[in-house]
């Protein structure tokens, strides 16, 4: 098993800034990658950036530029940097990790709010 747990959120003024965190616990064995998440309210949960066991990422095209998504090794523990933020980037954010034995497992953390609003 696989415990996920989030921080870093809060409000934040347009064009400020916010780290999340996401520390995992359990069993490594298998790990794939990390994803952060967000859901808006009345909206669908979309997949935000991702670091694989290589440290590749991705990022939606709604984040480049002003997210960055990274990883402390020793602290099992993965970043999510939010520059600039928007308004439109309010929304609950869920930290998913992947562990590929045999088939994939998946985990999710309980999430934390990001408010952006004047």
């Known amino acids: 098993q696989v415990q996920l747990v989030e921080s870093g959120g809060g409000l934040v003024q347009p064009g400020g800034s916010l780290r999340l965190s996401c520390t995992a616990s359990?069993?490594?064995?298998?790990?794939?990658?990390t994803g952060w998440y967000r859901q808006a309210p009345e909206k669908q949960r979309e997949l935000v950036a991702t670091?694989?066991?290589?440290?590749?990422?991705y990022y939606a095209d709604s984040v480049k530029g002003r997210f960055a998504i990274s990883r402390d090794n020793a602290k099992n523990t993965v970043y999510l940097q939010m520059n600039s933020l928007k308004p439109e980037d309010t929304a609950v954010y869920y930290c998913?990790?992947?562990?590929?034995?045999?088939?994939?497992?998946?985990?999710w953390g309980q999430g934390t709010q990001v408010t952006v609003s004047s």
């Open positions: 998913n990790q992947r562990n590929l034995r045999g088939e994939f497992f998946e985990y």
């Open positions: 359990g069993s490594m064995d298998g790990y794939f990658l």
């Open positions: 670091i694989n066991k290589l440290d590749g990422t």
